[in-house]
């Protein structure tokens, strides 16, 4: 088995769910914090476990560049070299390669590009993509896709759906090693009628879970919903529902609500290293002016370690003096509160309670 | 009381020894890691205390400029501010004037300075180094004394010293805490005979403790150990004697056989952000390619959560990638191997075994 419904709620999509990988079973709705380049940046694996988090994500493109997928497979894999024993998800390296490459083209072979890191050529292929994730031992495993700009018009998106078919085929038949879990990904655009169909395609083809990908790509809120949607329900219900690069967290709780059991992306770590802190409330900026004196925690509802031992004043402070703590407390506090919001859906979802969580968390940031 | 000798050894003026704070007993021999701005920079106070600190040093200047002496009072004091609840000492802010400030003028009034932050002009005086100090509530203040470059004229020198003189008076009347131990620093170049009487001059005054300043300055090692070797055996056993800014492993290892109590230095801070790391049998540099595959810990003898979780080839890694942990990792290891060294050290003078401790302290080094 790999993935259980253990509960459905009565009037919506929304779940409770276990994802069980070689590492251990995760429980969904699951927030994946990224540790781009074998670690989530400033904290250790240690910390990772008292926050909470059952599983992380590595990027496949800065490993491939950087140490190299190789050294980390002659390391022990990903999981030694690192030193994080639960389950971690890679994804395939093609939405970075179009993110950060210096230069990228896309053929029927795979993305040609040029490394961030010294200039050198590459050509990532679908097949190269899960011999990476293989050697380093992703207990989830993600299939190449291509990335659809938006907006992109109608030939372009059905262009690149249907390369992201072919690639996920040949992902399926380059892996070698049944007990890493692979995912296809859901490409479309924002087209309902072409996200729908590609997930029939993809469904027909057998893989372990879907991720709804292509969004968060500067398309309205609406319309992600919408995309989420109308692929969502055509997944059936023994499957894990992944979207892709989500987001902020009132995001997360109408994905949740939507029926997405996994989720991955940079801004906790990434806001919390520009000073952009979480709380239950909404968010504050901790270089504003009016925390210089401000003896009181970031949140006064939050009990992770920084909201029960330091000030918004020291906070502060840190962060003006540019101090490397300041990126780790403030790193810690946002990824306790993702953490913990995901751990309160679950909570309410296994009590019936998800309409009164939403409510409850809608009102306290009015 | 405030200094308390436990034990000498036969052969030589190392001891053990145990100051004492109005946060608790130092045993000495002891190093202080280095917060400079209300931070060890990369590590927490709990991660400080389970290596083995027993007292901190903060940095006057830096913590005057930014966030403000009068701020950190208003938070409750350094202590709170920062969450650290064992003693903490201060530097007078002199050193950092001389050194960071863009441009700085002494007069017997003070030292005239430009912030290295913002730019704007500022006055250092004796009285306002203690009032920021009683401000900070720093366990153990300094005197704020004047700096001589090496190589400098004798002239020179017998006015430096002079004026510290001077100011070391007007340190002691401009104090208002009792609590607050407050130590004079020895000045006198690198002239036997000033440091000797500047010594007596010193003493006679009436101070908590002593601190033998001026040393590290790019003098050879021959000198600051002859300086040291030529002070120290003045003071007597009830004082503490402090060696500011010292320095290497062995230099601690060599300044405690003269008897020096306290030392302080950004030496395992600064070089483990910069990839260099102490061990038992010499320091090693990280980055070197000849670690990329390392799966061994940095030091083998090493019992510090660095050695025990993470090989040097993920280290290598860390640090080649910029990663916020390597800074940190490198930090603990650095930090855990000046700290255990004293405790050695310590451990070998109660067990008067501290000649046998120093020669396998160089054997291992060869």
């Not at 459905?8 to 994802?19: H, P, T, V």
């Not at 987001?247 to 801004?267: A, K, N, Q, S, T």
């Not at 703590?325 to 309410?348: D, F, G, K, Q, W």
């Amino acid at each position: 088995m790999i993935f259980r419904q253990l509960k459905k709620a009565d009037s919506a999509m929304a779940r409770l769910g276990r994802l069980y990988t070689r590492h251990g079973p995760v429980e969904t709705p699951v927030f994946m914090p990224v540790g781009t380049q074998a670690s989530v940046k400033s904290v250790t694996p240690g910390e990772l476990y008292e926050l909470g988090a059952g599983i992380i994500l590595g990027n496949t493109y800065h490993l491939y560049l950087r140490p190299g997928h190789r050294l980390i497979e002659a390391m022990g894999g990903l999981h030694k070299f690192m030193n994080w024993h639960l389950p971690i998800l890679t994804d395939s390296g093609g939405f970075q390669v179009y993110s950060l490459s210096q230069s990228r083209k896309i053929q029927e072979e795979g993305v040609l590009f040029r490394s961030h890191v010294d200039g050198s050529m590459h050509m990532l292929t679908p097949e190269l993509a899960i011999e990476i994730q293989e050697a380093l031992g992703a207990d989830v495993m993600m299939c190449l896709d291509t990335c659809i700009p938006f907006p992109a018009d109608r030939q372009q998106i059905i262009d690149s759906t249907n390369l992201t078919t072919r690639w996920a085929r040949r992902c399926l038949d380059a892996r070698t090693r049944g007990d890493l879990l692979l995912f296809a990904i859901v490409q479309g655009g924002m087209e309902r009628e072409l996200r729908c169909s590609h997930t029939e395609q993809l469904l027909g083809m057998g893989f372990d879970g879907y991720a709804l990908g292509g969004l968060s790509v500067g398309e309205p809120k609406e319309l992600l919903f919408e995309m989420i949607a109308c692929s969502r329900p055509m997944i059936p219900p023994g499957f894990p529902v992944y979207v892709m690069g989500v987001g902020l967290p009132e995001d997360l709780v109408e994905c949740v609500d939507l029926g997405v059991d996994m989720f991955d992306c940079v801004i906790p770590t990434r806001n919390a290293r520009n000073g952009m802190l979480f709380t239950s409330f909404g968010h504050i900026v901790i270089k504003n002016a009016r925390f210089a004196q401000d003896q009181g925690p970031v949140d006064p509802e939050c009990s992770c370690y920084t909201c029960r031992n330091y000030s918004r004043a020291y906070l502060r402070h840190l962060f003006m003096a540019k101090e490397l703590l300041s990126y780790r407390l403030n790193t810690i506090h946002n990824l306790y509160y993702y953490l913990n919001l995901m751990a309160e859906m679950r909570t309410a979802l296994a009590m019936d309670r998800f309409r009164e969580f939403k409510r409850d968390f809608y009102s306290k940031r009015q």
